[in-house]
Structures are given as C-alpha cells and as structure tokens.
C-alpha cells in the first residue's frame, strides 16, 4: 500500500474516514490458512470489523463467519456468505435471534453451528426449537457448547474471558449435566462439540493451548456416550502483530495434546478476528489546532474515541503517522502528544514521533482495521465517518458512505 494512496482517499472522502487495504486482508488470511491448513474451518469474528466488503473478501479467502447477533450475521448475509458457513454465538443472545437461528434450520438452511453459552439459554433454545417442529422429518441444528476452562490467559486481565471468574461460558460440571439432560430430550438440536476462546490480543499460546486441551479432553470424555460429538471450535485471540506466529499456537496446542496421550478432535475450527483486519485499517485525520504542551507541541485532530475507542477504553497505542505535510515534512520530529476531538481528557492518542504539524495537515492512526469502526460511537453528536477500500489495483471505492448524524 501506497501512502500516496492515503492521501488521495482524504481528498476524496474527506476525513476522519476509514480505510481499508483490501490486499491486506488477502495476505492475512493466506497467513491464517497457512497457520491452520484444511481441514481446519477458518471463520472470521465479524465484531472485529462487519464491513461486508471486509468479510465478502474474506470469505473469498476460505474464511466463513462468526456473528453474535442477528445484525452481524445480517452483515454476514449481505456479504454474500451463506449460512452453512456462518456460525451464531455470544453472550446476548435473545429469543428472536435464537428464534431465528430455530427457523433458518426449520427452512433447511441451517448455521454452521449455534455456540450456547449457559443451561438456561440451552433451555430456551430446546423449547424454540420443540414450538417449531424443528427435527423429526425437520432437518436439525447443530450446537457447541461454550467451555468456561478456567485458564487466565497472557493478555491483560479485562481481555481473559476465559478466566474463571469471567461471565463466559459454562464450567465444566455444568457441561457434563447439560449434555445428560439433552439426551433425554428430542428437540432437533444435535450438540456437536465444544466452543472455546480464552481472551484477545495473546502475546503468548500457553494459555490459549491450555484452554483447548481442557476443551479437547473434556470433549473425548463426552464423545465415549455421545459419538456425535466430534468438534472443537479454539476461539480466537490472536495478536495483529508478529509474535507470536500463528502457526506456534497450533503448534504448542498440538504439542500439549500429544503430551497428554490425546489428539484433535475430528473437527476443529478457529475464529479470530484483530489478526485478519487491524494490519488492514487507517483511520486518516487531519490537525485542527496546535499548541506548545507541558512536554512538548500538542495537536487536536477531527478523529476521536468516537471513530477509535481503543486507546481511551484500554489505553491501547495505534502509531500516528504523519501525511501529506503543508510545512516541512523532513524537519526534526519531536514527541506530540496527539489528541482527539471530542470533550473528554480520557480521547488522547498518545504521544508520537512527528515532525511539526500545523492545521489542516493530514495524519494516519494506524492498524485500526480492527474494532474501530465497530466500536463507532455517535458521542458528542460525531457523523459516521465514510469507509474506503482500497483495491488491490490501488483504486478507492467507497465501502459504506459516512453518516449525517441524525438525532
Ligand atoms: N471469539 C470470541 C468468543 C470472542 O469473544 C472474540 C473477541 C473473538 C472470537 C475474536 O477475538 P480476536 O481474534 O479479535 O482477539 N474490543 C477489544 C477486543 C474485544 C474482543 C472481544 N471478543 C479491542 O478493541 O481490543
């Protein structure tokens, strides 16, 4: 990618306003693929970032859906991806989008799997899936169970959702009295695995192999009853940067199993999200004022925590890389602190390395293709910012058109 490419998409489309190099996504996801060969199932978690141009492209790649709600898969849906290749989990799961799930099988196109995170919402499920005739000559839903493996994972604490005091999932007494009860039960749903994801943005696989060898015991010890159950789906979780490579989390997976006398399930599948999009994404801003700070010259830029959360919500650090100067572009940098443009102290960037700015100057935050846009807010009454794809030939095209903010 060009960063004159950046530049003329700001022209264009003015800013703040996210860009996408398409490109991008095809190496990542060859990077994933590569990481997890067939017959691994290869799904994209679309909280990530539900552009359906992002996932249509991805899913040109071999990388299916995951959704968790009825409006990401409508996401999914409209980016052409048909739903055997799209499985449904979260946490928030209400009736009418279980309800939804129910009638997409009774209509004989069922998801890939729905993940189920409690008894309750099993319950819930069973007694849709029962009011809508759904098995008997109905074809049938597959589920997986969400594992609770207690595992606290190499990312900083509000990210290890598998912890065990994490609100995710069912422990596994729970799943093992789960299982028993749907035995008894007919209800077209045929529980075919487990589902497991122990936190995001991991700088080490321990504890992502950990989780999944819990999730792959646990599962050979169900299938000896319930020979159906056959599927593991790890989660996601893996950084956007290098390290650690993708193919060492399936490696020390391998290696905890083969340690432990056991062996991958005959289905296995991963759903990362931040690693197949955030190296793709700039959300471009330009400078609005400039003043000398405590420390150093400090910039307020028309982005904010509205179009990127991150840094304000985690404290997280997205390089701002400075384009397209009116002053002196090979002049000295210095540390600049930059800072967004809505009125809270918490919507700062950081402090970066950038030559002297002056209004009007266009900068790029970078690796925000992932929960960026997503995480859009309309605080501070902020228009959705236009999102631009550049294609591999170096062509923009408009994604989605920016919003008028329309109270
Ligand atoms: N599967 C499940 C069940 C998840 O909860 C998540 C992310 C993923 C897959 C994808 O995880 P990834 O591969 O992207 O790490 N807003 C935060 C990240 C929250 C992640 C929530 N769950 C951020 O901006 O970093």
Redesign the pocket.
């Given at each position: 990618m060009l960063l004159s490419t950046l530049v003329e998409a700001a022209a264009c489309f003015g800013t703040p306003c996210y860009v996408t190099d398409l490109a991008a996504l095809d190496s990542a996801a060859t990077k994933l693929r590569r990481a997890f060969p067939d017959p691994w199932i290869r799904q994209f978690?679309l909280?990530?970032n539900p552009l359906p141009a992002v996932v249509a492209r991805l899913a040109a790649m071999g990388v299916g859906s995951?959704v968790?709600s009825a409006g990401e898969w409508a996401a999914a849906t409209k980016a052409g991806v048909p739903n055997h290749l799209i499985s449904l989990?979260?946490?928030g799961k209400t009736d009418s989008e279980l309800q939804l799930a129910v009638m997409a099988a009774v209509n004989g196109k069922p998801l890939r799997w729905v993940?189920v995170e409690s008894k309750e919402e099993m319950s819930a499920l069973e007694k849709l899936a029962k009011a809508a005739g759904l098995g008997g000559s109905q074809s049938s839903l597959k589920v997986l169970l969400?594992l609770n493996p207690a595992v606290d994972s190499e990312t900083r604490a509000d990210?290890q959702?598998g912890s065990k005091v994490s609100k995710?999932g069912m422990p596994e007494w729970e799943m093992r009295e789960l299982v028993q009860r749907h035995a008894e039960t007919s209800s077209g749903l045929s529980i075919r695995g487990i589902?497991v994801?122990v936190?995001?943005?991991?700088a080490a696989t321990e504890g992502w192999a950990e989780g999944g060898l819990r999730a792959a015991l646990l599962l050979a010890e169900l299938a000896v009853d319930f020979e159906e159950m056959d599927t593991v789906?790890f989660?996601?979780?893996?950084?956007a940067g290098p390290t650690p490579p993708l193919s060492d989390f399936r490696s020390r997976l391998e290696q905890r199993l083969a340690m432990a006398g056991a062996e991958l399930p005959t289905r296995t599948a991963v759903?990362?999200?931040?690693?197949?999009?955030?190296a793709s994404g700039w959300l471009l801003a330009r400078v609005l004022h400039v003043r000398q700070g405590q420390s150093g010259p400090q910039v307020v830029v028309d982005a904010s925590m509205s179009e990127l959360?991150?840094p304000a919500?985690?404290g997280?650090h997205h390089e701002v890389i400075a384009l397209d100067l009116s002053g002196a572009p090979s002049a000295a940098r210095s540390a600049t602190e930059v800072e967004g443009g809505v009125c809270e102290s918490t919507d700062t960037f950081g402090v970066h390395e950038l030559p002297p700015l002056r209004r009007g100057d266009l900068v790029a935050l970078t690796m925000t293709g992932?929960?960026?846009s997503?995480?859009f807010s309309n605080y501070n009454g902020r228009p959705r910012p236009p999102e631009v794809l550049i294609q591999p030939d170096h062509k923009l095209v408009l994604g989605r058109p920016g919003e008028p903010f329309a109270p």
């Open positions: 978690s909280k990530a995951n968790v989990e979260g946490i993940t969400r990210f959702v995710f589902h994801h936190g995001s943005q991991l789906d989660g996601g979780g893996f950084p759903e990362p999200g931040r690693c197949l999009v955030a959360i991150r919500l985690y997280a992932a929960y960026a997503a995480m």
